[in-house]
């Protein structure tokens, strides 16, 4: 594991270097099974996914974080102040790029750093999470295969363990998030990508047009926005207002309103 490489410099100087090649060559002597690199950056993360040269990622990842900027620092508390709607697109490109390419993800940071998301006070949430609905929250990702904890006292170790017979309920962090989205009403029938309001009766899958539109919207329609909105296996268009997603969405999306958008955006 490559430690720390959080800004785009850094990774352009390691990839081709000398030290790049021999851990290669000790890969390709069997010596070491994989190559990781850890980083805090998103936007960096997902050059290193896209470069091929690794299988592994640790990355700080978890619902306050998701909800950060790429290119603002989520260590700064006045980064809160702006949070995302949603999660950061370019996130959501990190994770969906990794599940396809056989990229595993270790989180770091699964608690918020230290346990500061188990706080309402010191959470930039402003709620207090469990260590089930963190842990839910990350593993619900396909590209996340670990999600690492800091054990300081022999008493963690039960608390951790717990997840392991939590029921589905205790590792409900939609309802909870959804009261965070209640005390913010900047976050009122935001999207957050979740899929939770799924099946819909029409085959739609709901939290991928929504995303394809939060991106038209704020970057304009472009041909590959357009290209992998038409590679969807059903279009907003086929949604027939049936209202059976309404309820399953926790954040109070109006999610026709939204497939008719759309619809006017993409044309289906
Ligand atoms: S209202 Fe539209 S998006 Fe929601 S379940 Fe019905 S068809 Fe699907
Ligand atoms: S519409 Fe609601 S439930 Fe569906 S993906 Fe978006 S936030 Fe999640």
Known sequence: MIHIVDKMEEWQEIQGSPYLQYVQDLKAQGKI?????????????????????????????????????????????????????????????????????????????????????????????????????????????????????????????????????????????????SKQTAQNDMDKGACTYCNHCMPCSAGIPIAKVNELLDKAEKEGLTSELKAKYDSLPHHAGECTHCGACLSRCPFGVDIPTQMDKAKEVFGK
């Open 33 to 177: 099974k994989h190559i990781g690199l850890s980083s805090h950056n998103a936007e960096v993360a997902l050059a290193i996914a896209k470069s091929g040269l690794v299988e592994v990622i640790m990355f700080s990842l978890n619902p306050a974080f998701d909800r950060v900027q790429s290119d603002k620092n989520p260590w700064d508390s006045k980064t809160f102040d702006e949070m995302l709607p949603g999660i950061d697109p370019v996130r959501v490109e990190l994770y969906d790029y990794c599940a396809q390419h056989d990229i595993a993800i270790t989180v770091m940071k699964t608690f918020g750093g230290g346990d500061r998301l188990l706080d309402a006070e010191k959470s930039p949430l402003k709620i207090a999470l469990t260590r089930d609905q963190c842990f839910a929250y990350v593993l619900a990702k396909p590209c996340v295969k670990v999600a690492l904890c800091s054990i300081d006292s022999a008493s963690k170790v039960d608390e951790y363990l717990h997840y392991l017979k939590a029921t589905d309920e205790e590792k409900d962090y939609n309802s909870a998030l």
